[in-house]
C-alpha cells in the first residue's frame, strides 16, 4: 500500500519502507480521499532535513502511528525540493495559521485541497492525539472545517501581490544599506540574532553597491570573514553548512546544500575581486573543490544536498557525527603535541562547543605555523573520511545546477582553473539533454534520467544566469542562446500582467493558488532571478523588450528597501547592474591572441556589474572589431560605447570612471 517504491526523489525514497500507505502527490490520493470520505495528511520536508529524519524515525516508522494514519487518513508525502510549488502554497498557510514555518511540514487538507489545520514538527505522543482530534472534528464538524479551510484559502488568495511602481530610484540602495545597518551584528557580523542563515543576496547587493562608491562594504566584509571563520564552514573539507544555531558561527545545522554554497562561492570570489583578499580567494576555491568533490554526479550535473545526519561510532545516526572533534580524538590521529595545537587552533575544548564533548572545528586566525597546518589538516580529513559519511540526495535541480555553472565559471576565469569552467559546461551539457524537453525546462533528473515535474520560475532564471556568466568566460555563443530561449519562456509562461511573475507556468497543475513570491529566501526570488538575467540578456543583444520586463520585475524592491531589505537583496543586487548599466564591455581580437586574453580577464575582473562579450555571435559584438590590428575592448551602456582601448591599464581605467557616481 505504501506508493513510494518508484520514486525518484531520494526523499520519497526514504519513506518507500514505511509502514505508513503514503501516496505521492497526484490526483490518485485526492481521488482516494473522496472515495473513503476522509482528509490528507500532507507531509512535506525534504532528505537532508534533520528534523524531517527524527519525525519519520519517532511516527512514520510506527506501526501504532502508521495504523492510526492508515484508518484515518490519506496519507500524502512531498519532497520540497521537487514540488516549490506545493510547499510554497501550503507553507504560506501554516505560516498565516501559525506564525511560523518550517520542515517537516504537517498539514490536514480536505479532500478539496484546501488547508484547515496546519504545523511543522510533532513529537510522536502529541501526534497521535492530534490525529485522533482532528478525525474526530473531521466526523462531528465537517462543516466547520471544510468553512474554515474554503476561509483561509479566501483570505491567502486575495492578498494583494507586492508591487511597486517599475524600476527603484538610486536613492533606494542607500535606504536599503541603512535598513541593514540596523539589524547588523557588529560583534558577530550577519544580520540579527539566532538562528543565523548566510544572507547571500544581501552580500552580493552591498559588494555591488560598495563597488559603485557607496556604504556597505564593511558589513559585507565583517559578515563574510565571521561565516568563513567559525563552524558553519567546514574547516577540513570545505564548503558551508545550511546555517549557524547560535549568532556567533559556531554550530551549524550540518546540512549541507549545493544552493547554499553555489551562492556562497560566487560571493566569496566577488569579495576578492573587489579587495584581493586571500581569506575570500581560498574559501571560494575550496568551496567550488567542495562542490565537485562531493556533489558532483557521475552524469555531469551536481547533486541536491547532503544530510544533516550521519552515523556515529556506535552506529546509530546523530546530527553532525561525521564533522565535530574531541581532543582525545584529535590527539588520536595527530599525536600529543600535535593534537594539543590542533585543539588550540581548531577551538576543540574539553568541555566542547557541541554535544557529549564534541566541538565544531573553528578557524577563528590564520594558523601561526602555515607548514604545520599543511601537514595536519589533510591527515585530519583522511582520518575523518574513514568516519560513515553522511546521505547524500543525488537528484539534480536544474535552478541550483545554475547558480553553481554561474559560480563554478566566474570562479575558473578568476582564479586560472579550467577545471572549474568546464565542469559548468558539463552541467550546462547534462541540463541541456536531460531537462530541456519540447522547449520546455524540467525540475530535476536523477541518474540521467528526467523527472517529471515542470521546471518553475526559478528554474529558468537561474539556469539563464548561469549561462550568461558561462557564455562570459568561453565566448560560447550557443550558451548565450540557450538562455534566450529560456527567457521566452519565462516572458510568455510566467508573465503575471502586471510586471511581475508568477513562480508557475501558466499551463501548471492548478493548486489552490498560483504562488508568486518576490522575497528571497535561501535562493534568490524566482521574480529578482528573472530580472537578472533579462537584464544581462538585454545588454548583450540590446533587446528593450528584456530589459524593460527586467525593470518593471524589480517594482518591489523599491517597498522593501526601507523595512525588509534582507529579504530584497538579489533585488536590489540587480538594481545596482541597472544603476551601473550594466557596464557592456565587448573584447574584440583573436582567442589564441595572449593580449586578447589579458582584455578579456580584465574585462571579467571589473567590480562593477558588468556583461563581458568575447568571440562572436551576439549583437554587442557586432561593428566592434580590433584596433590597426590590436585586439580591443569596448566599454558601453545601452550599447553606446566609449572609444575602444588596446591596453590592460586603459581598460581598468576606464571601469574606475564608470563607477564614479
Known amino acids: 500500500m505504501n506508493r513510494l517504491k518508484d520514486a525518484t526523489s531520494p526523499y520519497l525514497l526514504q519513506h518507500a519502507d514505511n509502514p505508513v500507505h503514503w501516496f505521492p502527490w497526484g490526483d490518485e490520493a485526492f481521488e482516494e480521499a473522496r472515495r473513503r470520505d476522509v482528509p490528507i495528511l500532507l507531509s512535506v520536508g525534504y532528505s537532508a532535513c534533520h528534523w524531517c529524519h527524527v519525525m519519520a524515525h519517532e511516527s512514520f516508522e510506527d506501526e501504532a ?25 501550503y ?3 501554516t505560516q498565516a495559521m501559525t506564525g511560523q514555518g518550517g520542515w517537516p511540514m504537517t498539514v490536514f487538507i480536505t479532500p478539496g485541497g484546501e488547508p484547515f489545520y496546519c504545523g511543522t514538527y510533532f513529537p510522536r505522543p502529541h501526534f497521535q492525539q492530534l490525529l485522533r482530534a482532528v478525525a474526530q472534528a473531521w466526523r462531528d464538524k465537517r462543516d466547520d472545517i471544510i468553512a474554515q479551510g474554503q476561509k483561509v484559502v479566501s483570505a491567502l488568495s486575495e492578498q494583494a501581490a507586492l508591487g511597486g511602481e517599475g524600476a527603484p530610484a538610486p536613492d533606494v540602495p542607500e535606504a536599503a544599506v541603512r535598513d541593514l545597518a540596523r539589524t547588523y551584528d557588529q560583534a558577530n557580523g550577519g544580520f540579527g540574532t539566532a538562528p543565523k542563515f548566510p544572507p547571500s543576496m544581501v552580500l552580493e547587493f552591498l559588494l555591488r553597491h560598495a563597488a559603485r562608491g557607496g556604504d556597505g562594504l564593511a558589513v559585507a566584509a565583517g559578515t563574510l570573514e565571521a561565516m568563513a571563520r567559525g563552524g558553519m564552514y567546514d574547516q577540513l573539507g570545505g564548503g558551508f553548512a545550511r546555517y549557524s544555531v547560535d549568532e556567533r558561527w559556531v554550530v551549524p545545522h550540518f546540512e549541507k546544500m549545493l544552493y547554499d554554497n553555489a551562492l556562497l562561492a560566487r560571493v566569496y570570489a566577488h569579495w576578492w575581486r573587489l579587495s584581493g583578499g586571500p581569506l575570500a580567494r581560498r574559501i571560494a576555491l575550496e568551496t567550488c573543490d567542495w562542490m565537485l568533490r562531493e556533489l558532483r554526479t557521475p552524469e555531469g550535473g551536481f547533486a541536491s544536498a547532503l544530510d544533516a545526519d550521519s552515523e556515529n561510532a556506535e552506529g546509530r545516526p546523530e546530527e553532525g557525527a561525521y564533522y565535530v572533534w574531541t581532543p582525545g580524538e584529535l590527539t588520536g590521529v595527530l599525536g600529543e603535541e600535535d593534537g594539543a595545537y590542533a585543539a588550540g587552533l581548531f577551538g576543540v575544548t574539553e568541555a566542547g562547543t557541541f554535544e557529549h564533548g564534541a566541538s565544531v572545528l573553528q578557524l577563528r586566525a590564520d594558523p601561526d605555523d602555515a607548514e604545520r597546518y599543511a601537514r595536519i589538516r589533510p591527515a585530519l580529513l583522511d582520518a575523518r573520511s574513514r568516519r560513515v559519511p553522511p546521505g547524500r540526495d543525488d537528484k539534480v535541480v536544474a535552478a541550483w545546477n545554475g547558480l553553481a555553472i ?6 575558473g576565469a578568476y582564479f586560472d582553473r579550467p577545471d572549474l569552467v568546464a565542469a559548468a559546461e558539463e552541467a550546462v551539457r547534462l541540463l541541456r539533454e536531460t531537462h530541456w524537453r519540447d522547449g520546455r ?34 565566448g560560447d555563443a550557443g550558451h548565450a542562446r540557450f538562455a534566450g530561449e529560456l527567457l521566452d519562456v519565462v516572458l510568455e509562461r510566467f508573465a503575471d500582467g502586471r510586471g511581475g511573475f508568477y513562480d508557475t507556468a501558466d499551463d501548471a497543475e492548478r493548486l489552490w493558488k498560483r504562488p508568486q513570491d518576490p522575497t528571497d529566501n535561501a535562493t534568490p526570488s524566482g521574480r529578482f532571478a528573472a530580472a537578472g538575467a533579462l537584464l544581462s540578456y538585454a545588454a548583450l543583444t540590446g533587446s528593450a523588450r528584456h530589459r524593460e520586463a527586467a525593470l518593471a520585475a524589480l517594482g518591489p524592491v523599491t517597498p522593501m528597501a526601507q523595512r525588509h531589505a534582507r529579504f530584497a537583496g538579489w533585488g536590489l543586487a540587480v538594481t545596482e547592474a541597472a544603476l551601473a548599466g550594466p557596464l557592456e564591455i565587448a573584447v574584440a581580437g583573436p582567442a589564441e591572441d595572449p593580449r586578447t586574453r589579458d582584455l578579456h580577464r580584465a574585462a571579467l575582473l571589473s567590480p562593477l556589474p558588468a556583461v563581458v562579450a568575447v568571440g562572436a555571435g551576439v549583437p554587442l559584438l557586432e561593428g566592434r572589431a580590433p584596433v590597426d590590428g590590436r585586439p580591443a575592448a569596448y566599454v558601453c551602456r545601452d550599447f553606446t560605447c566609449r572609444l575602444p582601448v588596446t591596453e590592460v591599464g586603459a581598460l581598468q581605467e576606464q571601469i574606475r570612471a564608470a563607477s564614479e557616481r
Do not use: H, Q, W
Open 65 to 89: 502511528t502508521a495504523g492510526l494514519m492508515n484508518d484515518l487518513f490519506v496519507s500524502v508525502k512531498v519532497d520540497r525540493e521537487e514540488r516549490p510549488d506545493v510547499d510554497a502554497v
Open 91 to 93: 507553507m504560506e498557510a
Open 406 to 411: 554561474a559560480a563554478l565559471a566566474e570562479c
Open 441 to 474: 525546462l524540467l525540475r530535476t533528473s536523477r541518474a540521467g534520467s528526467p523527472g517529471t515535474n515542470a521546471g518553475v520560475l526559478e528554474d529558468y532564471a537561474d539556469l539563464a544566469e548561469g549561462l550568461i556568466a558561462l557564455y562570459g568566460v568561453t
